[in-house]
């Protein structure tokens, strides 16, 4: 029997994979053809959506870029009939498009994430799934357990870094009648889709994960903190959470053993400074999100005073590995400081965008141009900016730095929860600076005046750059407000808010110069700063500006050369977009 | 007289969504997930609503409040049939979210934060829905839309203009 399963993460069910799925299904049922139908999550190529695999008794072939008319053929012609249609494959036994993508990638966290059908614990379970937390039980004590993870030197997904046997050896330590355990999943920063794609891929993992923390530390209740707009990777974490129960996986004597352990999830609100951990605790004890002073550690009083481990989604996804496989295998992975495999979400200018996962110290060339293929459409590459709003700009130049959290740290950027957005010369430093700066502006939880008042000082100087309207001390004031905003703040918001700021100051000081004493933007994008024209050569008078424009800058008939008016432009830039003949230029 | 009739059918909502948060209370005791609840069954929080759960957990209103303003999720006021949120995290800004943005609000009439006359749309911005591969991203309901580009939005909300003709009509 063929067994047909359809990409549906998020990214596949936005690229149409829903509809898909259902034409298949329905074909499958109408004609009482003798195949199954499944759902699985992301596989990674998110270029490729929507992706449908065909497993039969000789091979699995992996369809691209299906859409309902070709479903209906691949049903026909492959299902139907055993004849596989070979030009739209790009993998199977004999065909092998996407090697390029693939072949550099280790497959830990992703392990079954695009292979197994998240709704169904009976495949993660044929995968090795929930055997650790049996091992575990039957065989290791806490104690052995924390070792075991500490020699793996497994550290923190979520953006410190933080080693994570040492965080559990903390919250081991204290003796209350009461722990949690809290799995982060708020991701909060733009640009990062790592861990939506491991809860719609591979729910049971973090499950699996969470359970075997829970034990190490003795806790006997968890939470999952969950970002309120992805509501597919709740609705998963659902599904496997009821499994759990109904098999007795979650409640009392798992296993036969003595440990107790229930979990439920949070839904977030929506606020990014929910992220941080102790403001994460006050959000799901119900209170406003605001995060407070440490020591006291959650480690020593978190969750409604008791002892709490806080860990990323990510991280808990490798644990079940590292328990199976053994600490040595995991840090035979990586660099000297950073063991393992990260997990990036590669999206910006580049051409294959989607999840990655690679070993530690491979560099950022390796990432962009032989997994992700380089730039998308004409571009140059400029530089990668990680972190998100806690991280930085790292320069084309710097291509062969190694991911490892020691060399990321060094260029004043961070490793962060894994958001790699790709950035050309169509990418103007200082508005993606002045981007950041205003997401942490506004996600400021306002308790300290740097983090409230400074990071407002410093986005309006960044506003009156890219409006050419600079003042000749303004750099020297934004490095100046920036050192103080580190110092001044409580929390990694405020601490980390000026690294988008500075990391461009350091590596493309020569943008904010020019917009500041040139009054250019040398990537034609601060509105201000540009002029468009038509240059009457390339433009054979089609319309298609003309049309575009809202404000009526434009004039010109059928067939002859038009003329933008630049007292009534408004730089929306939508005839530029509009042409097809680069008639339209920006100056 | 129907004035009665919706009067007695009103208050066995609200009794009913009473109990309903009653029970959510037992289960979680969790402040934020009562606001959650009330605002499925609302598609915003009235103020009644703060006063009865205030009632419930025996927390202040004032403090509900506080709680309310400070997550971007909840609403004090009305919403449209259809809420498009617009995505502006980083891989949509460096892919064209503005123009995204430019479109919708053309298309609509409204900025962000407004909802349309006819009660049909309301726009949202968030930072970022997680579908950067597919940037520029907008999400209506609960439905992500990807690779946007001005003729695809037209197309999009035309959808569900229609859709909602075809409902009203029934
Ligand atoms: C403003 C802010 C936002 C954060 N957002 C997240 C997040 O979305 N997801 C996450 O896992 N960690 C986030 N963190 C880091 C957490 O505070 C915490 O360090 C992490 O969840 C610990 O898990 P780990 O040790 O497994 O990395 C954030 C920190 C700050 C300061
Ligand atoms: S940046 Fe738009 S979906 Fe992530």
């Not at chain 1, 790009?90 to 079954?112: A, G, H, P, W, Y």
């Amino acid at each position: 029997m063929k067994k047909i399963s359809v990409g549906l993460g998020t990214c596949g069910f936005s690229a149409g994979g829903g509809q898909v799925f259902n034409a298949i299904k329905e074909l499958i049922d109408n004609n009482n053809i003798d195949a199954e139908v499944k759902e699985t999550g992301c596989n990674g190529m998110c270029y490729k959506e929507t992706l449908v695999e065909i497993k039969d008794e000789q091979d699995t072939y992996l369809y691209a870029k299906v859409s309902v008319d070709k479903a209906g053929k691949i049903v026909n012609e492959h299902v139907l009939n055993d004849r596989p249609i070979h030009d739209w494959i790009i993998k199977s036994k004999d065909i092998s498009t996407e090697d390029s993508f693939l072949k550099k990638q280790t497959r830990i966290v992703l392990r079954n994430c695009g292979i197994i059908d998240p709704n169904s614990i009976d495949e993660y379970m044929a995968r090795d799934g929930y055997s650790a937390i049996q091992t575990t039980l039957n065989h290791h004590s806490p104690v052995e357990v924390i070792d075991i993870i500490s020699r793996s030197g497994l550290r923190g997904r979520g953006g410190g870094g933080f080693l994570t046997g040492l965080k559990w050896k903390l919250a081991h330590e204290p003796k209350s009648d009461k722990k949690y355990i809290i799995c982060n999943a708020d991701e909060g920063d733009p640009g990062a889709f790592m861990d939506r794609s491991v809860l719609e891929g591979d729910p049971h993992s973090v499950i699996e994960g969470m359970m075997i923390a829970a034990y190490a530390i003795g806790a006997d209740e968890g939470f999952i903190y969950a970002r309120a707009e992805y509501p597919l990777a709740i609705k998963r974490l659902r599904v496997a959470l009821r499994q759990c129960v109904e098999r007795g996986f979650l409640g009392n004597n798992i296993f036969g053993s003595k440990f107790n352990f229930t979990l439920s999830i949070k839904e977030g609100a929506g606020a990014f400074v929910c992220g941080e951990e102790t403001a994460l605790m006050a959000s799901v004890e119900g209170k406003r999100g605001v995060p407070r002073l440490r020591p006291p550690f959650p480690a020593q009083s978190g969750l409604w005073g008791k002892p709490t481990s806080i860990n990323n989604v990510e991280t808990f996804a490798n644990v079940p590995w590292i328990m199976i496989n053994g600490a040595d295998a995991f840090a035979s992975y990586g660099t000297e400081n950073s063991k393992g495999t990260k997990v990036f979400a590669l999206a910006g200018k580049i051409k294959k965008s989607g999840l990655v996962e690679v070993p530690m110290g491979m560099t950022i060339n390796e990432i962009v141009f032989d997994i992700g293929g380089g730039i998308k459409g004409n571009g140059i590459f400029k530089g990668v900016q990680m972190g998100g709003p806690s991280g930085g700009c790292i320069p084309a130049s710097m291509g062969d730095l190694r991911i490892d959290y020691n060399e990321i740290n060094k260029t004043g950027a961070i490793m962060g929860s894994g958001g790699l957005i790709v950035l050309d010369d169509s990418t103007c430093m200082v508005d993606i600076a002045k981007f950041f700066l205003n997401f942490t502006q506004l996600e400021s939880c306002g308790k300290c005046t740097f983090c409230r008042i400074g990071t407002k000082r410093m986005l309006e100087i960044l506003e009156r750059l890219t409006e050419g309207k600079g003042k000749l001390t303004d750099l020297v004031l934004l490095e100046d407000l920036a050192g103080k905003i580190k110092q001044g703040s409580l929390c990694g918001l405020g601490q980390t808010a000026p690294n988008p700021v500075l990391t461009t100051l350091k590596y493309f000081r020569h943008e904010y110069e020019e917009h500041l004493h040139q009054k250019r933007c040398p990537a034609h994008q601060c509105p201000s700063l540009i002029t468009f024209s038509i240059i009457p050569e390339n433009c054979k008078g089609c319309c298609l500006c003309l049309k575009a424009c809202a404000v009526g800058a434009i004039t010109g008939s059928k067939k002859e050369v038009h003329i933008i008016d630049e007292k009534k432009c408004i730089k929306c830039g939508k005839c530029f977009d509009a042409c097809r003949l680069n008639a339209v230029q920006k100056n | 007289m129907a004035g009665d009739a919706e009067l007695i059918e009103e208050q066995k909502e609200i009794h009913s969504f009473k109990l309903d948060l009653i029970n959510k209370r037992r289960q979680s005791g969790s402040l934020i997930t009562l606001l959650q609840s009330a605002q499925d069954s609302y598609g915003y929080i009235p103020e009644k609503v703060i006063y009865y759960i205030s009632e419930l957990v025996a927390i202040p209103a004032a403090e509900i409040y506080g709680v309310i303003t400070f997550y971007s999720q909840f609403r004090l006021k009305p919403m449209g049939e259809n809420i498009i949120k617009i995505c502006e995290g980083t891989a949509c800004y460096v892919n064209g979210a503005k123009t995204v943005l430019s479109v919708l609000q053309d298309e609509l009439g409204i900025s962000v934060g407004e909802t349309t006359d006819d009660g049909l749309f309301t726009l949202q911005s968030v930072a970022c829905l997680g579908c950067c591969s597919l940037a520029p991203v907008i999400m209506i309901n609960n439905d992500t839309h990807g690779n946007l580009v001005t003729e695809k939005i037209r197309a999009i909300l035309k959808e569900y203009k229609v859709l909602h003709k075809a409902g009203s009509s029934n």
